[in-house]
């Protein structure tokens, strides 16, 4: 297996908690607010749409601080010198990078983001991270108010 780089895509309870990135119009979901600022690949909002319904669903791993991961996303250089950004939260929990890296292979790598580089890779990664962060908070004051 290539070698690889973790970035978490969870958030602790209690940060940002229903704030609003400055300028955003009331509203507007975070996944189409970082369609629109940031022009999402299809390859990127596959991603971001694995974290919804990893959140919204059985998907997710819960931990004991009270954080969520989605994603927990891995990158690796794959094909052609790519570094890929891939999942490796899978049925309610983090796989190893060995497990997540077979999961991609076998779903097609083409469906995964990929970049020239791992600096790239993560930065661009960071930047979609902000929004999903959003909607992780949204999520958990949504069931502090009971699912309402």
């Given at each position: 297996?290539?070698?690889?780089?973790?970035?978490l895509?969870?958030a602790?309870e209690?940060?940002?908690?229903?704030?609003?990135l400055?300028?955003?119009?009331?509203?507007?979901?975070?996944?189409?607010?970082?369609?629109?600022?940031?022009?999402?690949?299809p390859?990127?909002?596959?991603?971001?749409?694995r974290?919804?319904?990893n959140?919204?669903?059985?998907?997710k791993?819960?931990?004991p601080?009270?954080?969520?991961?989605?994603?927990?996303q891995?990158?690796?250089?794959?094909?052609?010198?790519?570094?890929?950004?891939?999942?490796?939260?899978?049925g309610?929990k983090?796989?190893?990078p060995?497990?997540?890296?077979?999961?991609a292979?076998?779903?097609g790598?083409?469906?995964?983001?990929?970049?020239?580089?791992?600096?790239?890779?993560?930065?661009?990664?960071?930047?979609m991270?902000?929004?999903m962060?959003?909607d992780t908070?949204?999520?958990?004051?949504?069931?502090?108010?009971?699912?309402k």
């Amino acid at each position: 297996m290539p070698d690889v780089g973790l970035g978490l895509a969870s958030a602790p309870e209690g940060f940002g908690l229903g704030k609003q990135l400055p300028g955003s119009p009331v509203g507007v979901s975070p996944i189409e607010q970082a369609q629109a600022e940031l022009g999402l690949t299809p390859q990127e909002r596959m991603l971001y749409e694995r974290h919804l319904e990893n959140l919204n669903g059985p998907g997710k791993v819960m931990h004991p601080d009270g954080g969520i991961s989605t994603l927990y996303q891995m990158s690796f250089e794959g094909p052609g010198g790519k570094v890929f950004n891939i999942p490796t939260v899978y049925g309610g929990k983090i796989l190893s990078p060995e497990e997540a890296y077979a999961k991609a292979n076998e779903y097609g790598l083409h469906f995964f983001p990929s970049y020239p580089d791992q600096k790239t890779a993560e930065e661009r990664y960071q930047k979609m991270h902000g929004y999903m962060e959003r909607d992780t908070q949204n999520f958990i004051r949504q069931q502090r108010l009971g699912g309402k």
